[in-house]
């Protein structure tokens, strides 16, 4: 049976590229060190005291699960400014593409964003979870040579193991077309020490095993996705613009208060297609007109 490929915390980028292009996914050892783990395990421990059962099958009903979860840990943020999953969400998300704006040829590279964040503890008892492909939530077609439209990530906050529930993937599935579905006995379980973490793209097909042990699975999973398809989890409601003012910008922009070149996202200031970023700023802030790559206009600034 294929197993997943885990790579030493000294693997360069371009070998978890590598492997991902082969595999669909691969497991970066430490990816946090102890210390952060702590932390996270701390925080995460307060923010889920009440958190309910799940109430379907694929939400599982012995697994409880936390969304919006960079109001609740610091460490959502440590994820994804780690240099190995932004490194590779950029190698599969920002491709450039060409097109014509008036009868120049243009280069445009689309940014990337958060689309969704959960806290995933599978305790004793559950089953497996259906096998899917993450990219199914906009109906994404996988012909031959497609491009991917989100990479995954799973930190361990505690061992995965495969009597635990540690998720289950299909080593290549990214490579099918839609014609082939999963086969149970094709997928193999992620087994990794607590601060490892499982990086796949949109197109593998994965789930969370069953829990035949006798203690919880913890992990953090977060998506990030083509900033030009819309979230997942619904960014603007699951956190008041209150609590996104006290995020650092470049969280701010990955939750979404940002244009995806050259425009999805703007909002309308004076005339302006406005990039949304100065609405958190307050009185002084830049307005930056989304289009401004083509004729350049003079900013404004918030009055």
């Not at 197109?203 to 913890?218: A, E, K, L, P, Y």
Request: aromatic fraction near 8%.
């Amino acid at each position: 049976m294929t197993t997943l490929t885990t790579l030493e915390p000294t693997a360069t980028l371009e070998e978890a590229i590598a492997v991902v292009e082969r595999d669909g996914g691969v497991i970066v050892k430490d990816f946090f060190d102890h210390a952060t783990v702590a932390e996270l395990r701390a925080e995460i421990d307060a923010a889920m005291a009440g958190t309910p059962w799940g109430q379907d099958d694929f939400s599982g009903h012995r697994t409880k699960r936390l969304y919006g979860v960079f109001q609740h840990t610091r460490h959502a943020a440590t994820a994804v400014r780690h240099p190995v999953y932004a490194g590779i969400a950029s190698h599969f998300l920002e491709i450039p593409q060409t097109g014509f704006f008036g009868e120049d040829q243009i280069e445009l590279a689309p940014s990337y964003g958060v689309g969704v964040s959960s806290i995933i503890a599978i305790h004793p008892g559950e089953g497996a979870q259906p096998l899917h492909r993450d990219d199914g939530v906009w109906q994404w077609r996988h012909p031959d040579g497609y491009r991917q439209a989100r990479v995954q990530i799973m930190v361990a906050v505690t061992d995965f193991t495969a009597e635990n529930g540690g998720t289950m993937v299909v080593p290549g599935s990214h490579k099918w077309d839609d014609d082939r579905g999963p086969k149970v006995d094709e997928a193999v379980p992620t087994e990794m020490t607590a601060g490892s973490a499982l990086i796949w793209v949109g197109g593998t097909f994965h789930g969370g095993g069953t829990n035949s042990s006798d203690s919880s699975r913890i992990g953090l999973t977060i998506g990030l996705d083509l900033g030009f398809l819309r979230q997942e989890e619904n960014a603007y409601l699951t956190y008041p613009a209150e609590i996104v003012k006290g995020f650092d910008e470049d969280i701010q922009r990955l939750l979404g208060w940002s244009v995806c070149a050259p425009g999805t996202g703007f909002v309308e200031h004076q005339g302006v297609m406005a990039d949304p970023i100065f609405l958190l700023q307050g009185e002084g802030a830049e307005v930056t007109n989304s289009f401004a790559q083509f004729d350049e206009p003079t900013p404004t600034v918030v009055s």
